[in-house]
């Protein structure tokens, strides 16, 4: 589902700051170009993922580049308390600008020149991405470039000022490489994943490399540029699509963004849900046939997702361990739920069902018992839309294994 429709957002970069979300993107110029015109980069702000707000737009006259039709993809990190924009122009250059004031700026050139000038590397320097490690110190790196016709991207740490490279770019090695360009990184479980265009990834044990290609992990029109975050104990990708996929002829010069959520096989390869690319995030509706426990919008921050034979489910449930589901669409009047969940033996468990957050007014409450297959919990609830949020009580080390829920459809 696309998030900023008939904008020309594209390109996303999000990233978490004060509780809220805010994507870094270029800007299509809009419909019938005859290749990518995109005049200025873009920060919209987020608190529920759905709708989403227009905090600034920063034009290239406003750095070294001057009046450009071509403000290529950007990147954003946050140190010492500024905030660090980065940007490009074509497959040329690569800039950074700085605020003092947060991440939706106002944003100043940093350098009046390129941080990255154009020929520095034998590769286009352009797409930068920004990561931020774990290791004690917070190490930052600078990637960027292109991997056809035989380039390569490359990785350069950064100073502690993030505006200055403490080393010369490295070129980054892809065990049976893909042909593409926008590189992005994250890590899981001291695993390094760089993905690219069309949701090609590979991953490592080193943030330099070598990197060994794991496949592409998601398909829906030509996946564009795409980039993962975590927000509230979730884990999305979002990426691009033309605006007017489906149609003939398609526009790929003028994009849109969705997201979806992401999870992790427990050998760590990546996998997501094809039904999300249409129902999107954060938002549900109550005649689907099945809303999966992984779908969450907010969950307490022991919970985590596990493969299982057919699918994912959420482990790690104790006494006030919660999941939030916000905007459930169209609930009938009292409308009964059903669980899906395995208890753990041995343990003691009740599911309350609360309106808008853990303490919320409660709504439902059901006991699990060890016979549970599925769990039936009568609501007191209007018609309409919900934020029904589940709260585990009980003794024990773990609780419950969640599944999923729906409701018991209205018989004609």
Same mark, same amino acid.
């Not at 999000?14 to 994507?23: D, E, L, R, S, T």
């Not at 009046?67 to 954003?76: L, M, S, V």
């Not at 490359?154 to 950064?158: G, S, V």
């Given at each position: 589902m ?7 957002v594209?390109?996303?970069h ?10 870094f993107?270029t800007?299509d110029? !809009? ?5 990518f ?5 873009r920060?919209?702000?987020?608190d529920?993922?759905?709708n989403?707000?227009l /905090?600034?737009?920063?034009h290239?006259e406003?750095t070294?580049?001057g009046?450009?039709?071509?403000? %290529?993809?950007?990147?954003?990190a /946050? ?5 660090y924009?980065?940007f490009?122009q ?7 600008a700085?605020?003092?004031n !947060?991440p939706?700026g106002?944003y100043r050139?940093?350098?009046g020149?390129?941080?990255i000038?154009?020929?520095m590397?034998?590769?286009y320097?352009?797409d930068p991405?920004?990561?931020?490690? *774990?290791?004690e ?11 056809v016709?035989?380039k390569?991207y ?5 100073n502690?000022d ?7 770019p490295?070129?980054i ?6 042909e ?5 990184v994250t890590?899981r479980?001291?695993?390094y994943?760089?993905?690219s ?5 590979a991953?490592?044990?080193?943030i330099?490399?070598?990197?060994t %290609?794991r496949?592409?992990?998601?398909? *829906?029109a030509?996946?564009d540029? !795409?980039t993962f975050?975590t927000?509230?104990?979730?884990t999305?990708?979002?990426y ?5 996929w489906?149609e003939?002829?398609v ?6 963004t969705?997201?979806i ?7 760590? /390869?990546?996998?997501?849900d ?5 129902a999107?995030?954060?938002? %549900?509706?109550a005649r689907?046939?099945?809303i999966?426990?992984v ?6 921050d022991?919970?985590y997702k ?6 994912f489910e959420m482990?790690?449930i104790r006494?006030?361990s ?7 669409a169209?609930?009938?009047q009292?409308a ?9 033996p041995?343990?003691?468990c009740?599911i309350e ?5 853990p303490f919320g007014?409660v709504?439902?409450f059901?006991?699990v018992t060890? /016979? ?6 009568r609501?007191e ?7 029904l949020?589940?709260v ?8 419950l ?8 459809p209205?018989?004609?």
């Open positions: 696309r998030i900023i429709p008939n904008q020309g594209c390109d996303p999000v990233h978490i700051y004060n509780g809220k979300a805010y994507m993107s800007h110029r !809009g419909p019938g170009q005859p290749i015109r995109m005049d200025d980069w920060i919209y702000s987020s529920d993922l759905l989403w707000k /905090e600034y737009t920063f290239p406003e070294f580049l009046k450009c039709e071509e403000c %290529y993809a950007t990147d954003a /946050e140190r010492n308390g500024k905030y924009f980065y490009s074509a497959q040329s250059c690569i800039g950074v700085v605020s003092e !947060g939706a106002p050139d940093a350098l020149k390129p941080l000038p154009p020929h590397v034998d590769t320097c352009y991405t920004v990561f931020i490690d *774990d290791d110190a917070k190490t930052p790196y600078l990637l960027f470039g292109f991997t016709i035989g390569r490359y990785i350069a740490r950064l502690e993030m505006i200055s490279l403490a080393e010369e490295r070129p090695e892809i065990v049976n490489t893909w593409n360009d926008a590189c992005w890590k479980n001291g695993i994943y760089l993905n265009h069309e949701s090609d990834y991953t490592s044990d080193n330099y490399g070598p990197y %290609y496949g592409r992990f998601w398909s *829906d030509y996946s540029h !795409g975050f927000y509230h104990n979730q999305y990708f979002t691009g699509v033309p605006e007017n489906g003939e002829p526009d790929r010069f003028y994009r849109t969705k997201i959520y992401a999870h992790y096989r427990d050998n760590g /390869e990546i996998v997501a094809p039904f999300i690319k249409k999107g995030v954060a938002q %549900y509706d689907w046939d099945e999966k426990s779908w969450y919008f907010a969950a307490s022991e919970l596990k493969e299982t034979a057919d699918g482990r790690g006494d006030g919660y999941l939030y589901y916000p905007n459930i169209g609930m009938r009292n009964l739920l059903h669980i899906s969940g395995r208890p753990v041995g343990s003691a009740s069902i609360r309106e808008n957050s007014p709504l439902g059901c006991k060890d /016979e549970s297959g599925e769990i039936l919990c609501l609830n209007s018609y309409g839309t919900h934020n949020c589940f585990f009580r009980g003794e024990g080390e773990e609780l294994r969640f599944s999923g829920f729906h409701f018991e209205v018989k004609d």
